[in-house]
């Protein structure tokens, strides 16, 4: 956490995905928008390859997936899916260099976590990774291997970006409790232990060196204190679905140097609060953990609450515009 604590976040940022086709439309939009913190964005409208699970699994090093009519299933060799993933991604990583020209500041990449992935990614059988331990960690070391190449190329492209790796892990929370369906769906996938879940984060989270990694879900129930002694040095979360049972664990993480990436701007279209109305419970959680309100801008990046793929192209643009808004109302007033 040390190296990790000296990296400069950003006060706003996205989650990843944007809705649109145009890569360098949304290159445009998220650099023109966030100056100091821009990130790769995701763009799943163009199809199967773009989908979060797609580009990563055309990350993969020695694993290669393709769609099948119940999703994308682990196979022999390169297809067509994995060339259209791999295709896509160089047109995002061209359009964001375009827009980046001398950029020095940090950057976030974003990829789906080894076990969301294995949630979704099909064995041959049909049914989940998840159902093979061996195949777990064959995907996670792949997954390890593909994003060190893909950390490389980034950086190369845009040399004066200081790197922050996402993992999107959405499925983490079910894995941990044994609530993954079977292909069936008439049973579920036994609970992963807990120590092996976080073993294999460490792994991938390690990949990155001494660069910062934010784990992100927008499901209920974040388990926090697994994802802070994996070595996350951020969470990223819908702080819509907060309960009071987290305050131990959000406290904890807070003051052991963990920063939230609190996702308060709803991803979905419709009408948005006042800046200072969107962030207001995030100083109302800071009070009741008897938190310094100092600590605020140091400990918290706003974000939407999720990926922003299902939202009109103007209501994602206001809601990245709103995001940074909110943040200076955070750091001007954090009483």
């Known amino acids: 956490m040390s190296e990790n604590s000296q990296f400069r976040f950003g006060a706003a940022t996205g989650v990843g995905s944007m809705p649109g086709g145009d890569a360098r439309e949304a290159a445009k939009t ?28 055309g990350m993969l090093v020695e694993l290669y997936a393709r769609v099948e009519p119940s999703g994308w299933r682990l196979g022999d060799r390169p297809g067509r899916d994995t060339r259209r993933a791999r295709a896509w991604l160089g047109e995002d990583l061209d359009a964001l260099e375009e827009f980046t020209q001398d950029y020095d500041g940090p950057l976030k990449v974003q990829a789906v976590g080894p076990w969301t992935l294995a949630t979704a990614l099909e064995l ?34 845009i040399p004066g970006a200081r790197l922050l790796l996402q993992l999107d892990e959405p499925s983490l929370t079910a894995v941990l409790r044994g609530q993954v369906r079977t292909a069936s769906g008439y049973r579920t996938h036994r609970a992963v232990d807990r120590q092996v879940a976080e073993a294999t984060l460490r792994d991938v989270i ?3 060196g001494d660069g ?61 609060s006042d800046p200072a109305g969107s962030v207001m419970g995030v100083r109302t959680l800071w009070r009741r953990l008897g938190l310094s309100p100092g600590l605020l801008a140091e400990a918290v990046t706003v974000t939407p609450a999720c990926g922003l793929a299902g939202a ?24």
């Open 30 to 57: 998220v650099t023109g928008t966030f100056e100091d913190f821009p990130f790769l964005p995701e763009l799943p409208a163009r199809g199967p390859g773009a989908d979060m699970i797609g580009r990563t699994a």
């Open 206 to 208: 390690g990949v990155h």
């Open 212 to 272: 910062p990694v934010v784990v992100h879900s927008c499901a209920p129930d974040v388990p926090f204190a697994l994802l802070r002694r994996a070595g996350a040095a951020a969470v990223s979360f819908d702080f819509s679905l907060l309960t009071e049972r987290d305050d131990g664990a959000l406290g904890e993480a807070v003051e052991g140097g963990t920063r939230l990436f609190t996702g308060v701007v709803p991803a979905a279209d419709g009408p948005l």
């Open 124 to 157: 041959r059988n049909g049914e989940a990774a998840l159902s093979d331990p061996g195949a777990c960690r064959d995907l996670a070391a792949s997954l390890a291997e593909g994003l060190r190449l893909h950390l490389a190329e980034t950086q190369r492209r």
């Open 312 to 335: 009109s192209p103007e209501y994602a643009r206001r809601a990245l515009a709103h995001c940074v808004r909110a943040a200076r109302s955070l750091a001007d007033n954090p009483e």
